[in-house]
Nanobody, 115 residues
């Protein structure tokens, strides 16, 4: 069982930045593929960014060039740096860990982009 705890959400103005963190349990964090999903009101959950155990990354087209996913294996933590935020980035952001054919989810962190 992998437990995930997100932090760093909040209210930010359009054009601003925010950094999400996700701390994971387990002694083999380095083997997890980590990801960030989001779900906006009235919309389906979507993959925002992912990073493999080897450090390869992929992003949704809507966030390319603005968001950066990274990981610190020594701290069992994955990050999502979000820049140039737009109102349409408003959503609950979920951290995920993909390991041993299972996908684990955090409880989510709300990000609101509004003036």
């Amino acid at each position: 069982q992998v437990q995930l705890v997100e932090s760093g959400g909040g209210l930010v103005q359009p054009g601003g930045s925010l950094k999400l963190s996700c701390a994971a349990s387990g002694s083999v964090f380095r083997l997890y593929t980590m990801g960030w999903y989001r779900q906006a009101p009235g919309k389906q959950r979507e993959l925002v960014a992912a990073i493999s155990s080897g450090g390869s990354t992929n992003y949704a087209d809507s966030v390319k060039g603005r968001f950066t996913i990274s990981r610190d294996n020594a701290k069992n933590t994955v990050y999502l740096q979000m820049n140039s935020l737009k109102p349409e980035d408003t959503a609950v952001y979920y951290c995920t860990a993909d390991y041993s054919a299972k996908l684990y989810w955090g409880k989510g962190s709300l990000v609101t982009v509004s003036s």
